[in-house]
């Protein structure tokens, strides 16, 4: 199966994931493009679908080319479906549950996309890229590599190595614990200081070039030895390449303080996991907080990809929070 088809054939699962359709399909009609039993699937429907799939897979395959293999993926969508209400799966309490909070998830995406795409402007973006501009120079970056160990002492003995001549890209496919450092030598690429964790920053940024860190460097993932080999100063990149990243910061901004404002509204009662009154806040054995991943394609924990206003960049810029 080709890359293109596996995309297809997964398209079923992010169709509910997708709002970014409304503004961007404007169909002079909606007809009838197949039958299944006599329920029709419409050009809309195919359109829909369409709009589920990567931004860079839309890129180079036109709706048109796609349509043979969507309509025939909706055919077999709508086929399987109708055999499971002729078996009542809906009957099953679980699959009604999970129904209605597909429901609210969509009605939350649509909600939160058409709230992105009215607020952020092309007048809006353009504005933030001109401040990120302005202030890119101070944002200096550096070229580096690492050799990340599990004890301070393996690190003191690396050090000592290279004291010695040792090369580091070697060391470091011989030493790391990073997968990726094994086969590049640790190379990390050019970042900026808070692209990394602050005890590797820091170290890193006291450089100059070609020097290498002179004690080991701690942090959550182990012991660091960090080796600097350039440094640039900072520069904007192009409108085009950091308009998403824009756009997704102002969206989430956004969304967050939509969602503050619901809140404050909303009349809220959380009860414990039975049923029963929960004990006084403070009350009881302390919690610890829960980092929860969004599911891919947004979903319950977060919002969907909102979708700027019609002109804000190319492709409409769908980003995801």
Known sequence: MTARNAIFACLILVLAASPALAQKVKPTGDPVVARVNGQALTRLDVEIAYSALAPDVRQHVSLEKAYPQIVDRLVTMVIAAQAAEKARVEADPVIRKRLFLARDQILQDAYFNELARKEITKSKLEAAYAAYAKDAPKHEEVKARHILVQTKKEAEDIIAQLKKGANFATLAKEKTIDPSGKASGGELGWFTKDEMVPEFADAAFALKKDEFTQTPVHTQFGWHV??????????????????????????????????????????????????????????????????????????????GAPTLAPGTAPDQLNVKP
Do not use: H, N, W
């Open 226 to 303: 960090i080796q600097v080999e350039d440094r640039r100063p900072g520069k904007a990149l192009p409108y085009e390449q950091e308009a998403p990243r824009l756009a997704q910061e102002m969206a989430t901004k956004i969304v967050g303080e939509r969602m503050r404002e619901l809140d404050k509204q909303a009349k809220v009662e959380i009860f414990a996991l039975d049923g029963s009154k929960l004990p006084p806040a403070g009350a009881g054995q302390k919690q610890t907080p829960l980092k929860l991943k969004p599911p891919a394609g947004g979903g319950a924990i977060a919002p």
